[in-house]
């Protein structure tokens, strides 16, 4: 997966398109990895106490993909987005 979603990083730097696909793969990844762990009994099963460092890292790596998500999504919304003014249908004097 590391691998893959290299290949596919290094394609989105040249075709747009590919950018927020890839974000989310790369979310959906990441978090998948935290619900795993969780599902495993988390902090209760000591087997797993190995994986913490690795499931720190994976939630903050979720958590930021989803910041640079909203981030981006507000400074370059999509045609879907319409900017609405209060006073476009307002009659002046």
Do not use: C
Request: hydrophobic fraction near 55%; charge should be positive; avoid cysteine.
């Amino acid at each position: 997966m590391v691998g893959f979603m290299g290949v596919m990083m290094v394609v989105a730097a040249f075709k747009p398109s590919w950018r927020s696909p890839v974000v989310f793969y790369s979310f959906a990844e990441k978090f998948l990895m935290v619900v795993l762990f969780f599902s495993a009994r988390g902090f209760a099963n000591p087997n797993n106490q190995g994986f913490l460092p690795v499931v720190v890292v994976d939630t903050i790596v979720s958590v930021w993909t989803i910041g640079y998500w909203i981030e981006q999504r507000s400074m370059f919304p999509g045609p879907e987005a319409v900017q609405r003014s209060l006073t476009s249908h307002a009659k002046i004097g």
